[in-house]
């Protein structure tokens, strides 16, 4: 069962992203390919299929269709229904029939979930900043989400840098917690090359 939004967020107001400059998926066309390393090995391409933006999906949001597959050899791409309201990104889950919050995308914001097995995700968001990959711009949330069990005991932490125009991270780094609590790294990654249609 999903934790409840902060008050806050549920508030009606101007709905506008302070939290970024790149609006959503603003930075994703069809064709594109977003080209990854993890601990220096390249990675098979995610190619964008289609981007849909202004899309009329839930009220009082930026909402956008993306496309795209993290595999050359997938048979469809993944469909992802995307909605942004008060710097929180909203995912529709299919087989709820319903919208659930995907993270919060502005900068000091913290937001928990609870997922069926008992874990409870934890999103913090700390500052905003700038990077510019293959020449392009790409505005970016600095972001820690930890994953606890039942008991409140970390189990893994992810450490990444949210970009909003793209839907995704342009890079970060996964860790687990050893039986002292103490945090051990698994691996990295990071976008190397956005490389535009052909």
Avoid at 161 to 171: F, S, V
Avoid at 175 to 196: C, H, K, N, V, Y
């Amino acid at each position: 069962m999903r934790a409840p939004l902060l008050a806050a967020l549920a508030m009606a107001a101007p709905l506008q992203s302070t939290g970024q400059d790149g609006s959503l998926a603003a930075g994703l066309a069809p064709g594109m390919q977003l080209l990854y390393e993890s601990e220096g090995e390249a990675q098979p391409p995610w190619s964008v299929d289609s981007v849909r933006r202004g899309e009329a999906l839930r009220e009082r949001s930026e909402c956008a269709v993306v496309h795209l597959r993290r595999r050359p050899d997938a048979a469809a791409a993944e469909e992802s229904r995307l909605c942004l309201a008060h710097d929180t990104l909203y995912v529709w889950e299919a087989k709820r029939r319903e919208w659930s919050i995907q993270r919060p995308v502005g900068p000091g914001m913290t937001w928990t979930s609870r997922r069926d097995n008992g874990d409870q995700v934890r999103y913090e968001t700390d500052q905003a900043a700038q990077e510019t990959i293959s020449g392009h711009p790409v505005a970016v949330v600095h972001t820690t989400v930890t994953t606890s069990d039942s008991a409140g005991r970390p189990k893994r932490r992810l450490r990444e840098r949210y970009a909003l125009a793209l839907t995704t991270a342009t890079g970060g780094a996964f860790e687990t917690a050893d039986s002292t609590g103490a945090w051990r790294m698994q691996r990295r990654f990071e976008l190397r090359e956005i490389r535009p249609a052909r």
